[in-house]
């Protein structure tokens, strides 16, 4: 089966401006989770849905942030307007059931 | 408070030694533990996982884990390291009451194999 898809793999972009990275989970993965993995760091939860709904965006800078997950499929996570701080690699992960995790290659953003 | 604590930011390993990984939970419920591997510039794979039964767990790669729950620890050991084990070891705990939970990760351990 195809893994978890997710574009682009990098970008640059200058602070301030828009970003969106997209993500296709593996087909029937209800579950899709948004990670940001900062530099010599671990992964941390953004946003996680069960099919359309946002179900914990307790770590999601609303701020300036945003996601969706149109009809429970794909999803694409939003910055606007991205900072310096922002720099890092944003993965998405579906899963079907406990533990079945997968991991995308991941988008490394880096602003200037 | 949860948190995961990997003690060794870098290792060091001749290539066909023994590798040890430390991994150390703090967690108010029982947990779901994970190990995952990252190559430069790739995904998370996963190496193997521990839900419950045997506390000693085979992966993938050659690699295996025990669960002490009187350490609450979950340290990733293997026998013989190949020069392509080199990458960056993550270990993850996720809630084992909620099916779908997010997992929280460890600061990652980065395996250098030398010749």
């Known amino acids: 089966e195809a893994g978890v898809v997710q574009s682009p793999r990098y970008k640059i972009i200058e602070k301030k401006q828009p970003v969106a990275f997209w993500c296709n989970p593996i087909?029937?993965?209800?579950?899709l989770y948004w990670y940001r993995q900062n530099l010599g760091q671990g992964p941390e939860l953004l946003i996680r849905y069960e099919n359309e709904e946002a179900v914990d965006d307790s770590q999601l800078p609303k701020d300036r942030f945003s996601a969706e997950r149109l009809k429970g499929v794909d999803s694409t996570l939003k910055i606007q307007p991205a900072e310096l701080g922002d720099s890092a690699v944003y993965l998405c992960a579906s899963s079907l059931r406990q533990g079945g995790y997968t991991f995308g290659s991941g988008t490394r953003l880096t602003v200037v | 408070a949860q948190s995961v604590t990997q003690p060794d930011i870098h290792i060091t390993v001749s290539e066909g030694a023994s590798l040890e990984l430390r991994c150390n939970y703090s967690y108010g419920a029982t947990p779901y533990l994970f190990w995952y591997v990252q190559s430069p510039g790739q995904g998370l794979q996963l190496l193997l996982k521990?839900?419950?039964?045997?506390?000693l767990v085979q992966g993938i790669k050659g690699f295996e884990a025990e669960f002490k729950r009187s350490q609450s620890s979950f340290n990733l050991r293997k026998p013989s390291v190949h020069w392509s084990d080199a990458a960056e070891y993550f270990c993850a705990v996720g809630p084992a009451t909620d099916s779908w939970g997010k997992l929280q990760f460890g600061a990652g351990t980065q395996v250098v194999v030398t010749p």
């Open positions: 087909s029937g993965h209800n579950t």
């Open positions: 521990y839900f419950s039964g045997d506390t």
